[in-house]
C-alpha cells in the first residue's frame, strides 16, 4: 500500500472516530454555540492527530502502533537520565513504548509553567520509537503534548528543589491543569518521577540546602514527593531515587563511577540509569498488569565498562525493591 493511501486511510477513520465518539448529551444543555464551538474544538484535535501522525510517518518511516504504550517525560536532564534506556529495556521484554522526553537543563515546575503560559520554543525534544531516537529542538511544551495521544505524561522538580516542597506549589497543580486541558488522550495518567539525592561528595552547590548530607537530601525529597502527590491527586510515583538508594546500599553498585553518579548529581552513563530505566518500567508494567516478570524477561542492559550481568541482576533487584516499597531504603543483595 502506497504512503499517501495509508495517510488517507488514517484520515478517514479518525475522522469517522471522531463524528461516531461525539456526545450531543454532553453539550445539550449548552445551546447551539456550544455545540458549535465543541464541533471547533473537536476538529482541531482531529487536525492535530492527523498532522502529527503524517510527520511521523514521514520523519521514521514508521506506522502508529495501537499496541504501543506512549510516556512523555516533561523534564529536565534528571528526566533524561531517567528515561535514556527505557525503550530498549520494554523492548527487550517483547514490550513497545514511544518514549518522549522535554528537556530544558536544570528546568524547575515554575520555569516548565512560565514556559507554557508563554508558548516559549524553550525545549529539546527527544523521542524513542521503534525506528530510532530523534532529537527535535526549540519546542514548546504545547508541541511534545499534542505530539501523540500519550498514555502517561511525567513531571518532575529540579534536583535542587526536589526536597523543597514550597517550591512545588502552585506551579504543579496550574501544569496538571495545562497538560489535562491539552491531552487528547481520555485515558491519560500523570506520575511524578521521584528524582535522587546527590552523591555524599558532591561538589553542587545547591547541596547545602541539605547541610551537605545524603540521607537528608533522599528523605526530604521522600517527604515533598508524597505531598506533592497528594495535592495534585497524582497516584502514580516513579521512585527513582529510592532505586539509587537501593542500590548504593549495595558495594558492588555504589562503586560505579562516584556513588552512580557522573558528576556528583547526574547519574553514570551505564549501571546508574540502567537502574532508574528499569524502576520506570517495572512502575508501568504494574499499573498496567502486565505478566512481564523484570528479572527474567528484560534481557537488555547496557553495553558499558560498569554493567556486567551480574551488576545487572543486582540493579533488577535494587528496582523491585524501590517500586515494592517506594518510600524506604533496602539493602539490595
Known sequence: MKKTTLI????IILFTNTITSYSYADVSNTGSAGIENAHINQLK?????????INNMLDTGDMPRED???ILSIGNSFSQDTVYYLHEIAKSAGVNLVVGNLYNSGCS???????AHNDEKAYTY?????????EYKNKTMKDAILDEDWDYITLQQASADSGIYDTFQPYLNELVDYINDLSTNPDLKLALNMTWAYASNSLNNNFGY?????????????DAYKQASEEAGIDIIIPCG??????????LLKTSANELTSDGYHLGYGLARYIVGLTFFQKIIENENMDINLSKDVTFYPDTKDCTEELASLAKKAALNAVKRPFE????K
Open 8 to 11: 488517507l486511510l488514517i484520515i
Open 45 to 53: 484535535l482531529l487536525t492535530v492527530k492527523v498532522i502529527n501522525i
Open 68 to 70: 504501543s504504550i506512549k
Open 109 to 115: 515546575l515554575e520555569r516548565h509553567l512560565k514556559y
Open 126 to 134: 527527544y523521542k524513542w520509537t521503534s525506528h530510532r531516537m530523534k
Open 210 to 222: 541539605y547541610k551537605r548530607n545524603q540521607i537528608k537530601m533522599y528523605n526530604s525529597i521522600v
Open 242 to 251: 529510592t532505586a539509587i538508594q537501593n542500590a548504593r546500599n549495595n558495594k
Open 329 to 332: 531504603i533496602m539493602v539490595t
